[in-house]
């Protein structure tokens, strides 16, 4: 076997856990670079070594000095960002290329692309997708404007950066607005809202075909958006505008998108995230999925095998709670929890699971401290907003 010293960014989710798991059961060597103290990877026996680097929205060039020292000093073969440090990174590729260090993620201009929530749906529209009627705005005059103007019974409004459905508001035309600050610097989209089930895919491409994919609907969420309980579906719609997208845009790297099936069974691309999202999970036990990243050779397109659905279990538990789904659907909430893998959970690998309640009193009483959401203050050093 052809082993590879691997650096894994972003090791505070679960997403990043579980894909150094997967590497390193496949006897890679792994390590890990995060800007924040307390995260999930650090206490994982398959771990290498935990490097601590500073925050990229604070100091990108340091930042990114910490990650060549790190990847001169392991020898590191790949590095493979899984959060929005992936932006931070990209814009830094050929810094990393000089000192021939090889970096699993596209070029800047093209995450851009896909991660602004308008430019995104402009180019489904100009390269002839399905996509629900988007405006941007950057005044509120604007958006108030337009909103006495509209036929659209119920919209769906958005900031063009923001992730975990932070910041998203259902809204009619006639209701007050929610507090929000819209500027050149801080756009806000008003989407046209299809009423349906919603999916996710998360997919790997390299030099635009596709690599591995998956794809799962809807079911438990925290809150409005991140979903915390993922199994796999076949859905070939799906899949092939995905395949297109990738090899349009000759795409390389992790690419997700969420999608509304509306009545008629089409599916309706609302927004992109170029990096690792959930359904990677759905991935454990296929050894050809690490084969991806290191550019080996694998039978085609990878897809998940059998049947086994994955949960965020605290979340899963507490959001059950909070949202209602344990209130309004017991049987099957019960049902889906108790029949789900935890993706944290691992009997070879016991630790990470534990330290997550450590690092959630720790969020709380920062959330205590600033006023912020939870789910704000997970990304707020590493949020990627167009810069």
Not at 26 to 32: K, R
Not at 193 to 200: H, L, N, P, S, V
């Amino acid at each position: 076997m052809n082993t590879k010293n691997i650096l894994v960014t972003g090791g505070r989710s679960p997403v990043a856990l579980h894909l150094s798991r997967m590497l390193h059961e496949n006897g890679h060597t792994i390590y890990v670079a995060e800007s924040e103290s307390y995260h999930l990877s650090k206490k994982s026996n398959v771990i290498q070594k935990s490097f601590l680097v500073p925050k990229p929205n604070d100091n990108h060039a340091d930042y990114i000095q910490s990650l060549i020292e790190i990847c001169k000093s392991c020898s590191i073969d790949i590095l493979i960002p899984t959060c929005e440090e992936l932006f931070h990174i990209s814009k830094a590729k050929v810094q990393f290329q000089e000192h021939q260090i090889s970096v699993f993620c596209d070029d800047l201009d093209k995450l851009r692309l896909l991660h602004n929530k308008f430019a995104f749906n402009q180019y489904l529209k100009e390269h002839d997708y399905l996509y629900p009627e988007t405006h941007e705005f950057t005044s509120l005059d604007s958006l108030k404007e337009y909103l006495t103007q509209t036929s659209y019974s119920k919209l769906v409004l958005k900031a063009v950066y923001s992730r975990f459905a932070s910041g998203v508001y259902f809204i009619s035309p006639n209701q007050k607005l929610p507090d929000i600050q819209i500027s050149e610097e801080n756009p806000w989209i008003v989407q046209e809202y299809i009423k349906g089930t919603q999916y996710c895919s998360y997919s790997i491409a390299i030099e635009g075909k596709l690599m591995a994919h998956t794809c799962y609907p809807t079911i438990y969420t925290a809150g409005l958006g991140a979903n915390v309980y993922f199994k796999h579906v076949n859905e070939s719609k799906i899949e092939k505008f995905v395949e297109r997208l990738v090899k349009e845009l000759n795409f390389t790297g992790q690419i997700a998108f969420d999608f509304m099936s509306d009545s008629n069974g089409d599916f309706y691309p609302i927004e992109c995230n170029p990096r690792a999202t959930s359904g990677l999970h759905l991935f454990e036990g296929n050894k050809e999925f690490c084969s991806v990243f290191l550019g080996e050779e694998t039978h085609g397109n990878v897809n998940p095998t059998g049947e086994k659905a994955f949960k965020l279990g605290l979340p899963m538990l507490m959001y059950g709670i909070s949202e209602g789904f344990l209130f309004r659907q017991p049987g099957s909430f019960i049902k889906d929890f108790i029949h789900s893998k935890d993706t944290i959970y691992s009997s070879k690998d016991k630790l990470p699971y534990l330290y997550q309640s450590v690092i959630f009193f720790v969020m709380v009483a920062r959330k205590l401290k600033s006023g912020k959401g939870l789910t704000e203050l997970t990304t707020t050093d590493i949020e990627w907003s167009g810069k």
